[in-house]
């Protein structure tokens, strides 16, 4: 989009994290969340079972992780335009979205690698509406962490990360304000 410009967070062993800043040219939070049937999932860490922190919906091709299961469901066309959008910048193309919404600062993501067999790895985007979140990204052997404010409307391409790399969205207790995340793959079908 014409106001976003871009930073590179992470250029190591082919793998890169490019954040476009304001790429969006509104913040769709609003509308995002009254619009999606949001659901707070049980998933499986270490063997143990844990509320999900954060709600969760799915839009795509039949997808798991963490022993929740996604049924096939048709992206909405709001959200195939933006997938569409987003494939002008990366050069990817992606048919699935999965959507967090981080109520505040309790919300949180743990370290993790989208790196189920079905997701290509190429490519992931990142789309941010609301508050700002502290994205982190972590080398899985040195363990040296990189981090990156996320606000409203910032896009963020992880190529090539999901082998090496880890992130997360940590809880805080410095934000109040609700943020939802997109995060557009490719699932291979």
């Given at each position: 989009?014409?106001?976003?410009y871009s930073e590179?967070?992470?250029?190591?062993q082919?793998?890169t994290?490019?954040l476009f800043?304001?790429w969006m040219?509104?913040d769709?939070l609003?509308q995002i969340a009254?619009?999606?049937?949001w659901?707070q999932n049980?998933?499986?860490?270490?063997?143990n079972w844990?509320t999900e922190?954060?709600?969760?919906?799915?839009?795509?091709?039949?997808y798991?992780?963490?022993?929740?299961?996604?049924?096939?469901?048709?992206?909405?066309e709001?959200?195939q335009?933006?997938?569409?959008d987003?494939?002008?910048?990366?050069?990817?193309?992606?048919?699935?979205?999965?959507?967090n919404?981080?109520?505040?600062?309790?919300d949180s993501m743990?370290?993790?690698?989208?790196n189920?067999?079905?997701i290509d790895?190429?490519?992931?985007?990142s789309?941010?509406?609301?508050?700002?979140?502290?994205?982190?990204?972590?080398?899985?052997?040195?363990k040296?962490?990189?981090?990156a404010?996320l606000y409203?409307r910032?896009?963020?391409?992880m190529?090539?990360?999901q082998?090496?790399?880890?992130?997360c969205?940590?809880?805080?207790q410095?934000?109040?304000?609700?943020r939802?995340?997109?995060?557009?793959?490719?699932?291979i079908v």
């Amino acid at each position: 989009m014409s106001n976003a410009y871009s930073e590179t967070i992470l250029n190591e062993q082919g793998a890169t994290a490019i954040l476009f800043r304001k790429w969006m040219p509104e913040d769709l939070l609003h509308q995002i969340a009254l619009s999606i049937p949001w659901k707070q999932n049980k998933i499986r860490v270490f063997g143990n079972w844990h509320t999900e922190p954060r709600l969760t919906y799915w839009y795509g091709p039949p997808y798991s992780y963490s022993n929740i299961s996604w049924p096939a469901t048709e992206m909405p066309e709001s959200l195939q335009k933006i997938a569409h959008d987003i494939s002008l910048v990366s050069g990817f193309t992606y048919n699935s979205v999965l959507l967090n919404y981080y109520r505040n600062g309790n919300d949180s993501m743990g370290w993790h690698r989208d790196n189920e067999p079905e997701i290509d790895p190429a490519s992931i985007a990142s789309l941010s509406f609301g508050g700002m979140r502290v994205f982190k990204i972590r080398n899985r052997q040195t363990k040296v962490v990189t981090s990156a404010e996320l606000y409203g409307r910032d896009l963020l391409l992880m190529n090539n990360m999901q082998s090496a790399w880890e992130h997360c969205i940590p809880k805080s207790q410095r934000f109040s304000e609700p943020r939802i995340n997109l995060s557009f793959r490719r699932i291979i079908v």
